[in-house]
């Protein structure tokens, strides 16, 4: 049964180990009603409701395990002598019975929304209640909704479903909603041999007014997109576990584009199947992954959970992690599936394009700053790409060089929060090598850099809690006027960072950029979500094109620097635990010298539904 957990003093919070703390659960605006059957077909994505396991903690918090219900007609109880700092007093009362919708005082928290992965990658405002969460044993890398432990947020549901832990479920307290029996489904008495089962459904609708700067010549444009897929986590005792996900997706639209390739239009094919094995040696929790799985263990201006194209990124290798009290590494060798076939369950292992690397992660200990309660993280890692397919621009308007290309990327990235100030600072510096394909020219070494950072502040007495700051990304270009056998300086940023972190239309990539510009969040609402942000921008180099990726170039070849401005926001509302609406507007603003080069001002409007189970 749910429970709702109060605070009860007004003490700053102590960082003693054995301290507990629970947020005030989060109100509902309003529930919403399906039609029976269509509901149904729809609730194959819609999402279930929680405590975490036992070893779970938010922040650096410690696990509060249920406690015996108090009388029905009780009020929560304080001390009548404060506690200390170091202990706080918590008294759960009864919360109201929860079924197939919400309590009105469970919702899950906005950041565990997918799409937003990693902006703002800020910390929550308070300790949440563990009733909230579904994280694994990764203490103090649960930090963020689970980010810093490397597997994707991780919330009332997760990115990446296999990370999420319903396994507490065996005590039936902890049951609040109808789909909980899809949660947790034993198979003894003990309850460790149990299948989780989960699902989703995604729809996605676009206006491009002039998409790509006008480079599609779609103009307007109406797209749409649907995806939706079906998880198993069979858990066999605490060691070993097996997952898989099937996946399909479809598009469609009017005057669209942009559908070429396997990850808009899949038929019905297996996204994900590994084996996990775990266990505990040199007092650290061990792991290890084989299979096809998802991988989001990246700053989230590298890589992101997949927002536009119905299907996300997908691999195939081995990866091993290790977990200590404040250190964690993690180690991964990485194919890219081949998602272009056109018939079912015929996606392959791809050779074309690898990842490869080693990502580690510090805490520094928690501390306070200005009465709040502060967690660092230090990350250091190095990533290696291989993409057999791409390009690099020639002064010719529209013209490029095919080739391949291998990348080194080592980096550093600390981020956190300390009192009120809410931060992430990265720097990468890449090399490698560019292959002319056929033997068309010389080998071009490669030496560039990316630097990107956001500053905010958070208000947390102010109404809708706002956080607001700066963001600043430097992002070097190549030369085009350079020889063909000199070394080229384009920073190269392949798998789809997040749309949340830059750019909402994903016109501007990672790429030959340098941008500035405020950033804003606010809740209005404790269901509900306001990002709004303003980036300026302009190229490194003038020598090098605009990207709206790193691997293909657009034709325009512009003289000025400054690109666009570009406002933007995104209103998030959860109306239930199972259903989440948005939508995203933008508007860009192309310089002069764009516009001269042939490029096109216009808006970029997305709404979305998520149904999740």
Same mark, same amino acid.
Request: a positive charge; one cysteine or more.
């Given at each position: ?9 007004? /003490?700053?919070? #102590? ?27 729809? @609730? ?96 103090? $890398?649960?930090?963020?909704?689970? !980010? ?18 319903? /396994? ?24 460790? %041999? ?20 006008? #480079? ?12 939706? =897929?079906?998880? !198993?986590? @069979?858990? @066999?005792?605490? *060691? ?18 942009? %559908? ?5 239009? /899949? ?9 996990? &094995? ?11 992954? &084989? ?31 290790? $977990?200590?009290? =404040?250190?964690?590494?993690?180690? +991964? ?12 369950? *015929? ?11 080693? %990502? ?6 928690? $501390? ?8 660092? $993280? ?12 791409? #390009? ?53 070494? &490669? ?52 749309? %949340? ?18 950033? !804003? ?27 709206? =990726? ?5 034709? +325009?070849?512009?003289?000025? #620097? ?52």
């Amino acid at each position: 049964m749910a429970r709702k957990a109060r605070l009860l003093s007004s /003490s700053p919070p #102590s960082p003693s180990r054995s301290s507990v703390f629970w947020c005030r659960s989060q109100p509902a605006v309003c529930h919403a009603i399906l039609a029976a059957p269509v509901a149904m077909a729809c @609730l194959l994505g819609t999402a279930a409701h929680a405590e975490t396991a036992p070893n779970a903690a938010h922040l650096n918090y410690p696990h509060t395990p249920p406690q015996q219900e108090a009388p029905a007609a009780a009020a929560p109880r304080v001390n009548p002598t404060p506690p200390s700092p170091a202990v706080v007093t918590v008294e759960q009362p009864p919360a109201a019975k929860s079924g197939f919708w919400n309590s009105m005082r469970l919702l899950p928290p906005l950041t565990s929304r997918p799409e937003a992965y990693g902006q703002p990658q800020t910390l929550e405002l308070n300790p949440l209640p563990t009733s909230l969460l579904h994280q694994g044993p990764w203490g103090v $890398f649960n930090a963020n909704t689970g !980010a810093a432990a490397g597997f994707g947020t991780v919330g009332y549901y997760a990115v990446s479903r296999w990370a999420e832990d319903w /396994s507490n479920l065996k005590d039936k307290r902890n049951r609040i909603d109808a789909m909980d029996a899809l949660k947790y489904i034993p198979f003894n008495d003990k309850g460790d %041999y149990y299948l989780s089962l989960s699902g989703n459904f995604r729809q996605h609708n676009f206006y491009d007014q002039r998409a790509g700067f006008g #480079s599609t010549k779609k103009s307007p444009a109406y797209r749409n997109n649907f995806r939706w =897929n079906l998880g !198993a986590d @069979l858990h @066999l005792g605490e *060691h070993v576990r097996l997952y898989g996900e099937l996946m399909s997706g479809q598009a469609g639209g009017i005057n669209y584009y942009g %559908y070429a390739g396997g990850r808009w239009r /899949s038929k019905l094919d297996a996204q994900q199947a590994f084996v996990e &094995v775990r266990g505990h040696a040199l007092g650290a929790t061990m792991g290890g992954m &084989v299979g096809r799985m998802t991988f989001l263990d990246a700053p989230p201006y590298v890589t992101a959970g997949s927002v536009y194209p119905s299907i996300p990124y997908s691999w195939n290798g081995l990866r091993g992690y290790a $977990f200590w009290k =404040n250190f964690r590494i993690d180690g +991964f060798y990485l194919t890219l599936t081949d998602t272009s076939p056109r018939i079912a369950f *015929h996606n392959e292992v791809g050779w074309d394009t690898r990842l490869f690397g080693l %990502y580690t992660s510090y805490a520094v200990p928690k $501390f306070t700053f200005l009465n709040r309660n502060s967690q660092i $993280f230090v990350d250091t890692f190095y990533l290696g790409y291989i993409l057999s397919r791409t #390009s690099l621009p020639t002064l010719a308007a529209n013209t490029s060089v095919a080739g391949s290309t291998h990348r080194d990327t080592p980096g550093m990235r600390v981020w956190g929060n300390a009192g009120p100030l809410e931060f992430s600072v990265g720097a990468m510096w890449q090399g490698g090598t560019f292959n002319p394909a056929n033997n068309a020219g010389p080998s071009r070494p &490669v030496s560039a850099y990316a630097i990107d950072a956001t500053l905010s502040w958070r208000f947390a007495k102010w109404p809708g809690h706002p956080a607001i700051g700066i963001q600043v990304d430097d992002v070097s270009g190549g030369n085009m006027n350079k020889s063909k056998s000199s070394s080229w300086g384009g920073f190269l940023s392949p798998f789809v960072p997040s749309a %949340y972190y830059l750019d909402l239309s994903t016109y501007i990539g990672q790429s030959n950029i340098i941008d500035v510009g405020p950033i !804003a969040t606010v809740s209005p609402t404790p269901n509900t979500t306001l990002l709004m942000k303003v980036p300026a921008i302009w190229r490194n180099s003038r020598s090098d094109a605009v990207y709206p =990726n790193g691997v293909n170039p657009y034709g +325009f070849r512009p003289r000025g #620097s400054y690109t666009a401005t570009m406002p933007q926001a995104s209103f998030t509302w959860r109306a239930t635990r199972h259903i989440t609406l948005s939508i995203d507007g933008e508007y860009i603003f192309a310089s002069k010298t764009m516009i001269k080069a042939g490029a096109s001002s216009g808006a970029f409007v997305q709404s979305n539904l998520e149904l999740t189970f």
